[in-house]
């Protein structure tokens, strides 16, 4: 599974933008995917995942103080995952990766080479 993220850039503070992450190689639609970020000079966060319940289910899951502003969704049969960001503000600036995990597991084993989000005030 190769990992490719894109669409980050640099966007005004209250803008929206869409992130998105596909796999060169190997399907992802029943993969656990999961988004993180890492802000300048601090450790790496969780955003949030989203899970393969059933044919064409997902469950999708934020960490705290995630959920409202970020959302979480696949398209083209769950191959793509897409992290919608509303209303960014400059501590969104940082860089957003992708992963994987494989179906059943927690483990992110699979990475994504980031993309840098840059917020200006």
């Known amino acids: 599974v190769q990992l490719q993220a894109s669409g980050g850039g640099t966007v005004q503070a209250g803008d929206s933008l869409r992130l998105s992450c596909a796999s060169a190689g190997g399907t992802l639609s029943r993969l656990r995917m999961g988004w993180f970020r890492q802000p300048p000079g601090k450790e790496r966060e969780f955003i949030g995942s989203?899970?393969?319940?059933?044919?064409?289910?997902?469950?999708?899951e934020y960490a705290d103080g995630m959920k409202g502003r970020f959302l979480i969704f696949r398209a083209n049969a769950g191959n793509t995952v897409s992290l919608e960001m509303n209303n960014v503000r400059p501590d969104d600036t940082a860089v957003y990766y992708c992963?994987?995990?494989?179906?059943?597991?927690?483990?992110?084993?699979?990475w994504g080479q980031g993309t840098q989000v840059t917020v200006s005030s």
């Open positions: 992963a994987a995990a494989n179906a059943g597991k927690s483990d992110y084993i699979y």
């Open positions: 989203t899970t393969w319940t059933g044919i064409n289910r997902y469950d999708t």
